[in-house]
């Protein structure tokens, strides 16, 4: 008990005095900050140039032509079909070539009246953004390195632009690890950087091209666009799950010369020998421990040349007991001074993670005013349902974070934190644990059969560690927020008008089946077998509805403004005959799906039993406005662009033979 309390008192000083902490880590280097708030205003003009409108991860965008009174009347303004399916595969890799291009994940940008858009095999288009004529297009050729590196399969999120008023590049980062400067208005290769491509494999431990030990996979590559921060472009990476081995290629973040390529610093995400954090890799483990780097998007914020690292979990996601110690920086949010890739602050929001909880998103940048307090926050949303918000010059946090003690590892070897950090403010927006209070109780019956088959598992508080099933029916842990997260990479989105943050969320229950593989194929102790879903009684949930929301926060106070389910119903349960003739509430059946925050309207996708919808919603109460169909499911986060004052929503769809961008307008 001593031991805990002195390193509870530890974490609780470190986390309200996290600038100073970090600051004086980083070789003495201390900063003063103006209190006048640089504004993340997301997009003024009309053009999308980056991911999420802007460098601050903001999703929005001043247009209001498109609002409550006509969104209704929206119509198909043009449509583009994925490149993709123009390949002939037989011909470029043979008679038993099974490649698969429906995963169209990315958010096209728009700069200049051109829409820059990303396929999922990484090819870039250039479209004409009034009428979607393509006007050039490059192919990397990632399908020829063979399997994707993702186990998701071949995707990516999109591209990044830079310009200096007389030249403009497109800057894509490969499935396959490459770094590639596009020319564009023509699509050309700038041969200046770095030759044409650069390798972002270079020089990362356990990560050589010419001695990998499974069949085709690149050792590292990218599935999110990198970032543009002044001179220098940062780029993030990940790493396949294959082998089953302990030793895997970690993740670093890099920093390239936007002109030239040249690596101007890497940043170790998992310190090496001598450095700030190694001591948190006991018993050496940060020798050859992968992966701990960022899958997911960035922020920066331009004016303080920081960018913002979110970071997800160190190998073997489900148990630690081959890496002991807090791990850092993994899991963290990590600002990085973009000029020189050193550490400013940072915050680690899981210890040792064992629940694959990675910080999924990119940290949205919003100026708040708290008691009168102008604040440059950073909001960082996070797969176990919580929302830690800091100031993102400092890192200081705008309300207490505090570490609370928690349960301790189930499996041998393990060694789990003590602690973990918990917000007071905001308060979650999902459900976090487990209690029989969860369970669906749609009639006693329903819920007495609910708390049978809970009787078969270990569950209990958020971080509730995992265990292994065993010959006495036990099956092991229940996770809720399960590993997809309460969030996940469809982030939050930002209102800088009114300081709202809207974050659409996922309340699920899931099994990590843990168990052994053999030795010839594997040297972790333990591994997630199967990753499982929990079913309820009748083939029903096992949670009391909703399944999925969208929580909008006063950031100002850091309170729940509203809450909604995003759909009212579920086929699948509204038809199940246990449920014949109950008034059931809205039940959240939507998905979460990523926002497009407008001057006039919240819009986001929701799956209904007819279809799916793009929905608008009005961003100070919640409520459903309008409706227009989908031709597909969406797979990607919606922006906003206007040509010649005519204002376009796009989105890209799942669909046969191909996916596809839709881009809606009012009727002319």
């Known amino acids: 008990m001593i031991v805990m309390q002195q390193n509870f008192h530890k974490r609780f000083l470190e986390t309200v005095s996290s600038a100073a902490f970090t600051a004086r880590a980083v070789g003495g280097l201390f900063f003063s900050t103006s209190l006048t708030a640089f504004a993340q ?20 965008t001043s247009l209001s032509q498109i609002n409550a009174d006509n969104f209704a009347e929206l119509d198909i303004a043009w449509r583009w079909s994925s490149i993709d399916a123009e390949l002939d595969f037989e011909a470029l890799l043979g008679p038993d070539a099974d490649i698969s291009f429906g995963r169209l994940q990315a958010t096209p940008l728009m700069v200049d009246g051109v829409i820059y858009m990303l396929t ?51 800057l894509v980062t490969t499935n396959d690890g490459y770094i590639i400067s596009l020319v564009a208005e023509t699509g050309e290769v700038d041969p200046a950087f770095g030759g ?123 148990y630690g007991g081959h890496r002991p110690g807090d791990n850092l920086f993994t899991q963290s949010v990590v600002a990085l001074d973009a000029s020189t890739g050193d550490r400013v602050w940072h915050f680690q929001m899981i210890h040792h993670g064992i629940w694959d909880y990675d910080t999924p998103a990119a940290p949205n940048l919003i100026d708040i005013n708290v008691d009168g307090r102008e604040i440059r926050a950073l909001a960082q949303v996070t797969k176990q349902g919580f929302t830690y918000v800091f100031d993102r010059a400092t890192g200081v946090p705008v309300w207490p974070i505090i570490e609370r003690a928690v349960s301790q590892g189930l499996i041998p070897g393990e060694r789990t934190s003590l602690t973990q950090p918990f917000p007071t403010k905001p308060p979650p927006f999902v459900v976090q644990g487990l209690t029989e209070d969860d369970l669906i109780d749609f009639t006693p019956q329903l819920r007495a059969e609910a708390l049978e088959i809970l009787e078969d598992y270990t569950y209990g508080p958020l971080f509730t560690p995992t265990s292994l099933p065993d010959d006495d029916g036990h099956r092991g842990t229940i996770m809720v927020p399960g590993a997809g997260g309460g969030a996940n990479w469809e982030g939050a989105g930002v209102d800088p008008d009114n300081n709202i943050l809207f974050v659409p969320g996922s309340n699920n229950a899931f099994l990590p089946f843990m168990g052994t593989l053999p030795e010839d194929e594997s040297d972790l102790r333990y591994y997630r077998l199967q990753n499982r879903g929990v079913l309820g009684p009748r083939r029903l949930p096992l949670l009391k509805p ?21 759909g009212d119903g579920m086929t699948q349960v509204e038809n199940n005959p246990a449920l014949e003739g109950i008034d059931l509430p809205p039940l959240g059946g939507g998905g979460r799906h990523p926002v497009l925050v407008t001057s006039a309207l919240l819009v986001h996708a929701q799956n209904t039993g007819d279809g799916t919808k793009l929905i608008a919603r009005n961003k100070l109460t919640g409520q459903e406005i309008a409706a227009i ?34 881009v809606y307008a009012l009727p002319k």
């Open 546 to 566: 909703p399944y999925s929301t969208i929580t909008a926060y006063d950031m100002n106070r850091g309170e729940i403004l509203w809450q909604v389910a995003n």
């Open 196 to 318: 044409g491509r650069v390798d972002m494999t270079d020089g990362i431990p356990r990560a050589d091209r010419d001695s990998l030990d499974y069949s085709g996979a690149q050792p590292v590559g990218a599935v999110s666009p990198p970032i543009v921060v002044g001179e220098i472009l940062v780029v993030q990476q990940i790493t396949s799950n294959r082998p089953h081995y302990k030793e895997r290629p970690p993740t670093w973040v890099r920093g390239y010369n936007i002109h030239s390529g040249e690596l101007v610093w890497t940043f170790h995400t998992i310190p090496q020998g001598g450095e700030f954090g190694v001591e948190t890799w006991q018993e050496g483990s940060w020798r050859y421990t992968g992966n701990g780097g960022v899958w997911t998007q960035m922020s920066a914020d331009l004016e303080l040349g920081y960018v913002y690292l979110p970071t997800e979990a160190p190998t073997n996601d489900f």
């Open 629 to 662: 169909d989908l031709p597909g499911n969406p797979n990607a986060a919606p922006m906003s662009f206007s040509v010649d004052g005519r204002q376009y929503i796009a989105v890209a769809v799942s669909g046969q033979p191909a996916p596809e961008l839709i």
């Open 120 to 170: 999922a095999l990484n090819q870039v288009a250039a479209l004409d953004a009034a009428s979607g004529e393509m006007l050039w297009s490059h192919d990397p050729e990632v399908y020829m390195s063979g399997e994707p590196i993702s186990p998701l399969g071949f995707h990516h999120r999109g591209v990044a632009w830079w310009g200096d008023g007389e030249k403009s590049r497109i």
């Open 41 to 60: 205003n997301g997009s003024s003009d009309g053009e999308w140039p980056s991911y999420a409108a802007d460098a601050g991860s903001t999703k929005y």
